[in-house]
């Protein structure tokens, strides 16, 4: 099954992806992580796409939609993939048809309150990429990660600063993804808005909307 997930910046795609990646056997495809990676590494992606990252800004399409059609043409997304992070404007959902076909669509809906919370207080691990909160999710020691020891650290696009233009992105651009997936009968719409200790009720509202 190929399967999309929107929700703005911070209502917590990646958590739920990598849970449902194990429970369906499928990648979980990040555009976000790829991107990150390729910046970690000083690749030549890297290097084209930094700029945009450091300033929350949507890398251009031509880059993005390569990327994604590579990787989700690699043998282990044969039997389908988890999409997290793209399509992110109409252009990229246009593409995205012309190679793949999308099978269901999840919304991940959360107030816009909440969503700051989250993304400001997220700490991820430099070593090993574990995700923290220092309200929610707190490491045993802080700033140290629980699983491997490594270094804990702020992303540089979760200050408040460049949060608030990323939120702004979402609405300008992939908001209108709502819609046309809506109009396409593929969405999902899936309530968020629970502490992180309760993921188990939003992963059961993706699996039945996945039975549907
Ligand atoms: P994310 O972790 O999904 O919030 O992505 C982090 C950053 O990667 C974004 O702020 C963009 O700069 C870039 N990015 C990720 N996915 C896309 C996409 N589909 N189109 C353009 N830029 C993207």
Redesign the pocket.
């Known amino acids: 099954m190929n399967i999309v997930l929107l929700g703005s910046?911070g209502v917590g795609?990646?958590t739920y992806a990598n849970i449902l990646s194990k429970k369906y056997n499928i990648p979980h495809i990040?555009?976000?992580?790829i991107?990150?990676e390729a910046v970690k590494k000083r690749t030549k992606l890297g290097r084209k796409?930094k700029e945009?990252?450091d300033?929350?800004?949507?890398?251009?399409?031509y880059i993005?939609i390569q990327v994604?059609k590579e990787r989700s043409e690699k043998y282990d997304a044969k039997e389908g993939f988890l999409l997290?992070?793209?399509?992110?404007?109409i252009n990229?959902a246009e593409k995205l048809e012309e190679f793949k076909k999308i099978d269901k669509v999840l919304n991940f809906v959360a107030p816009e309150k909440a969503i700051m919370d989250r993304l400001s207080g997220r700490r991820v691990c430099k070593k090993c990429g574990a995700i923290y909160h220092i309200k929610y999710m707190k490491p045993r020691v802080e700033g140290v990660c629980d699983k491997c020891g490594g270094e804990l650290y702020q992303r540089s696009?979760e200050k408040p600063k460049i949060i608030k233009k990323?939120l702004k992105?979402y609405s300008r651009k992939t908001k209108p993804l709502i819609d046309y997936y809506k109009k396409k009968g593929l969405l999902a719409n899936i309530n968020s808005n629970f502490p992180i200790e309760k993921v188990d009720k939003i992963i059961s509202q993706c699996e039945l909307a996945l039975e549907k």
């Open positions: 910046p795609k990646g990040s555009t976000g992580d991107f990150r796409v945009f990252l300033r929350g800004e949507l890398v251009p399409d993005t994604v997290d992070g793209f399509p992110r404007t990229q696009d990323r992105e």
